[in-house]
């Protein structure tokens, strides 16, 4: 969950009284995140329930709806494990029947070791990939680029710089850049010398793999484009990974989980 809003929901606790000793924990999100671990068995993780035609969900929706006024809820689903999801944008929470407590967090299912948050956040903020505007992004191509991905990345980003060293030896693939400077003061600056670069591509590299400062530069630039395209696609952090068959992965995710992804 973003800073933002674990704010944003801290206050709201505070605010409808649900959270003891609140004064201090409004001020800043939560130093880590609870699990809650599931005992329900089975070979995978069920999906939860759409919330269409289930009165208690709706009900559920409705009295979060009147304690947290100052947050959006998008819908609620019944969960496999005795408690409801409530999604608030690209955020998801959980909570009982009557609405008594609200965790943020990670739900593990027990069974089969799956985060089944992260894999209901990459559903909800799957993209066409098709439909991505590629020209705004800096183009790499390796071998015959067949593979591809596209991601968006802040050159400040430590997390970026490692996904860089987990694709280094990855051949066939064309990965699109769309460079969201959203973490540092300089993010911006970095962003506009490397797209406004003679050879952007290497330029990136140079920066990212080797800590080359990319040299000053001046041109007319889509970062404004691209942020407002990441806000669209709820892109909260860096590195979001899009791929061809509409999936998402946010963060730097191992070399496995990547290239089962492209092979899809």
């Known amino acids: 969950m973003n800073f933002r809003f674990s704010v944003l929901l801290a206050r709201a606790l505070c605010i409808t009284g649900l959270a003891a000793a609140c004064g201090a924990w409004a001020q800043q999100a939560p130093a880590g995140h609870d699990q809650v671990y599931s005992t329900v068995s089975g070979a995978k993780a069920p999906a939860a ?3 269409v035609a ?8 409705e009295r979060f709806a009147q304690r947290f006024t100052e947050l959006s809820v998008t819908t609620v689903r019944r969960t496999p494990y005795g408690i409801f999801e409530v999604q ?20 593990i299912d027990a069974i089969t070791r799956r985060d089944v948050t992260r894999e209901r956040q990459e559903k909800l903020g799957s993209v066409s990939f098709d439909e991505l505007p590629l020209d705004l992004a800096v183009k790499q191509v390796r071998g015959d680029g067949s593979r ?12 970026c710089k490692q996904l860089h060293k987990t694709l280094q030896d990855v051949d066939n693939l064309t990965v699109y850049t769309f460079l969201y400077p959203i973490l540092a003061p300089d993010s911006h600056t970095k962003s506009r010398d490397i797209w406004c670069a003679k050879d952007p591509a290497q330029t990136w590299q140079d920066w990212m793999v080797r800590g080359k400062t990319p040299p ?30 509409g999936s998402r992965l946010n963060g730097a995710a191992p070399l496995e989980m990547i290239q089962a992804r492209l092979g899809q």
């Open 216 to 245: 000053t530069a001046e041109c007319d630039t889509p970062i404004e484009q691209v942020l407002a395209l990441g806000q669209k696609l709820m892109v909260r952090g860096t590195p979001a990974i899009f791929f061809k068959d």
């Open 88 to 107: 608030l944008g690209s955020d998801l929470v959980y909570t009982d029947e009557k609405v008594t407590w609200v965790m943020e967090g990670p739900l």
């Open 54 to 61: 289930d009165p208690a969900a709706q009900a559920v929706k």
């Open 148 to 159: 591809q991905m596209a991601v968006f990345e802040d050159p400040n980003c430590g997390y």
């Open 49 to 51: 329930t759409e919330s």
